[in-house]
Protein backbone atom coordinates (compact mmCIF):
# COMPACT_ATOMS: atom_id res chain seq x y z
CA UNK A 1 0.00 0.00 0.00
CA UNK A 2 1.18 3.58 -0.52
CA UNK A 3 0.92 5.62 2.83
CA UNK A 4 1.15 9.16 2.21
CA UNK A 5 4.00 10.92 2.31
CA UNK A 6 4.04 14.44 4.29
CA UNK A 7 5.87 17.33 3.52
CA UNK A 8 8.65 16.74 6.23
CA UNK A 9 10.99 13.84 6.33
CA UNK A 10 11.80 13.11 9.69
CA UNK A 11 12.97 9.30 10.09
CA UNK A 12 13.04 9.87 14.00
CA UNK A 13 12.95 7.37 16.72
CA UNK A 14 10.10 7.66 19.48
CA UNK A 15 12.80 7.76 22.00
CA UNK A 16 13.77 11.18 20.65
CA UNK A 17 10.26 12.69 20.49
CA UNK A 18 8.28 11.51 23.04
CA UNK A 19 8.40 11.07 26.88
CA UNK A 20 7.25 7.57 26.94
CA UNK A 21 9.85 4.32 27.27
CA UNK A 22 9.40 0.67 27.39
CA UNK A 23 7.35 -0.81 28.06
CA UNK A 24 4.98 1.85 27.05
CA UNK A 25 6.54 3.27 24.04
CA UNK A 26 4.64 2.34 20.92
CA UNK A 27 6.48 4.31 18.13
CA UNK A 28 9.23 2.73 16.71
CA UNK A 29 10.01 5.60 13.97
CA UNK A 30 7.96 8.89 12.71
CA UNK A 31 8.27 8.85 8.84
CA UNK A 32 7.51 12.30 7.98
CA UNK A 33 4.74 14.61 9.17
CA UNK A 34 3.50 18.48 8.48
CA UNK A 35 0.36 20.50 9.40
CA UNK A 36 -1.73 18.11 8.03
CA UNK A 37 -1.09 15.17 9.03
CA UNK A 38 2.08 12.50 9.77
CA UNK A 39 2.77 8.70 9.02
CA UNK A 40 4.91 6.08 11.59
CA UNK A 41 4.99 2.70 12.69
CA UNK A 42 5.45 0.76 15.44
CA UNK A 43 5.73 -3.62 15.27
CA UNK A 44 4.63 -5.42 18.01
CA UNK A 45 6.91 -8.26 19.28
CA UNK A 46 6.74 -10.78 22.20
CA UNK A 47 10.10 -9.60 23.27
CA UNK A 48 9.07 -5.79 23.60
CA UNK A 49 5.20 -6.39 24.49
CA UNK A 50 4.88 -8.08 27.67
CA UNK A 51 1.03 -7.61 27.45
CA UNK A 52 1.38 -10.64 25.08
CA UNK A 53 1.96 -12.64 27.87
CA UNK A 54 -1.54 -12.03 29.59
CA UNK A 55 -3.75 -11.13 26.68
CA UNK A 56 -4.69 -14.23 25.40
CA UNK A 57 -1.96 -16.38 26.14
CA UNK A 58 -2.78 -19.33 24.01
CA UNK A 59 -3.76 -16.85 20.99
CA UNK A 60 -1.90 -13.32 21.33
CA UNK A 61 -3.51 -10.24 19.93
CA UNK A 62 -2.77 -6.57 20.60
CA UNK A 63 -5.27 -5.07 23.37
CA UNK A 64 -7.68 -2.28 21.78
CA UNK A 65 -6.90 0.07 24.34
CA UNK A 66 -3.01 -0.19 23.01
CA UNK A 67 -3.44 -0.15 19.42
CA UNK A 68 -5.52 3.11 20.19
CA UNK A 69 -2.10 4.69 22.51
CA UNK A 70 0.19 3.11 20.01
CA UNK A 71 -1.68 5.90 17.37
CA UNK A 72 -2.15 8.60 19.61
CA UNK A 73 1.54 8.33 20.45
CA UNK A 74 2.07 8.81 16.61
CA UNK A 75 0.18 11.86 16.48
CA UNK A 76 2.33 12.96 19.56
CA UNK A 77 5.53 12.34 18.14
CA UNK A 78 4.26 14.26 15.15
CA UNK A 79 3.55 17.21 17.24
CA UNK A 80 7.16 17.33 18.93
CA UNK A 81 8.94 16.88 15.76
CA UNK A 82 7.42 19.73 14.33
CA UNK A 83 7.80 21.60 17.45
CA UNK A 84 4.10 23.16 17.44
CA UNK A 85 4.52 24.12 20.99
CA UNK A 86 8.10 25.42 20.73
CA UNK A 87 11.06 22.95 21.64
CA UNK A 88 11.32 19.97 23.97
CA UNK A 89 8.81 17.41 25.09
CA UNK A 90 4.78 18.85 25.39
CA UNK A 91 3.03 16.99 27.20
CA UNK A 92 -0.09 15.10 25.00
CA UNK A 93 -2.79 13.42 26.91
CA UNK A 94 -5.96 11.53 25.61
CA UNK A 95 -9.09 13.77 27.01
CA UNK A 96 -11.67 12.22 24.44
CA UNK A 97 -11.82 8.67 22.11
CA UNK A 98 -14.59 8.55 19.47
CA UNK A 99 -15.76 6.17 16.83
CA UNK A 100 -13.07 3.69 17.23
CA UNK A 101 -13.44 0.52 15.05
CA UNK A 102 -11.51 -2.38 15.50
CA UNK A 103 -10.86 -4.05 11.76
CA UNK A 104 -8.75 -6.53 11.90
CA UNK A 105 -6.67 -8.60 15.08
CA UNK A 106 -2.86 -7.44 15.23
CA UNK A 107 -0.54 -10.00 16.42
CA UNK A 108 3.02 -10.43 17.51
CA UNK A 109 5.20 -9.62 14.52
CA UNK A 110 2.97 -7.17 12.85
CA UNK A 111 3.94 -3.54 12.21
CA UNK A 112 1.01 -1.31 12.89
CA UNK A 113 1.45 1.98 10.46
CA UNK A 114 -0.58 4.72 11.73
CA UNK A 115 -1.35 7.61 9.31
CA UNK A 116 -2.50 10.35 11.46
CA UNK A 117 -4.76 13.29 9.77
CA UNK A 118 -4.93 16.57 11.57
CA UNK A 119 -8.27 17.80 12.33
CA UNK A 120 -7.33 20.54 14.93
CA UNK A 121 -3.71 21.58 16.20
CA UNK A 122 -3.88 24.84 18.52
CA UNK A 123 -3.03 24.45 22.41
CA UNK A 124 -4.34 23.32 24.47
CA UNK A 125 -6.57 20.75 22.32
CA UNK A 126 -5.45 18.22 19.56
CA UNK A 127 -7.96 16.66 17.33
CA UNK A 128 -6.72 13.89 15.49
CA UNK A 129 -8.35 11.24 13.04
CA UNK A 130 -6.19 8.02 13.50
CA UNK A 131 -5.99 5.32 10.78
CA UNK A 132 -3.58 1.88 11.66
CA UNK A 133 -2.91 -0.20 9.02
CA UNK A 134 -1.58 -3.22 9.02
CA UNK A 135 0.12 -4.49 5.37
CA UNK A 136 -2.60 -3.54 2.92
CA UNK A 137 -5.32 -4.19 5.45
CA UNK A 138 -6.92 -1.22 7.86
CA UNK A 139 -6.74 -2.88 11.43
CA UNK A 140 -8.14 -0.21 13.33
CA UNK A 141 -9.51 3.38 13.18
CA UNK A 142 -10.69 6.44 15.84
CA UNK A 143 -11.09 10.22 16.63
CA UNK A 144 -9.00 11.07 19.60
CA UNK A 145 -9.06 14.81 21.06
CA UNK A 146 -5.85 15.20 23.16
CA UNK A 147 -4.46 17.87 25.62
CA UNK A 148 -1.39 19.49 24.45
CA UNK A 149 1.16 21.63 27.12
CA UNK A 150 4.26 22.07 28.18
CA UNK A 151 5.90 20.50 31.91
CA UNK A 152 5.81 23.33 34.19
Given at each position: ??????RNAYHLKGE???????????????????????????????????FFKGHFPDY????????????????????????????????????????VKFKRQVRP????????????????????????????????????????????
Amino acid sequence: MDFPVFRNAYHLKGEQLLPHRPPFLFVDELWSADETGAVGEYTYTLEKNDFFKGHFPDYPVVPGVVLVESMAQMAGAAITARKVLGEGTPLFFLAHIDNVKFKRQVRPGDKLVTVVENTRVRAPLGVFTLKGYVGEELAVEAVVKCMLGKPK
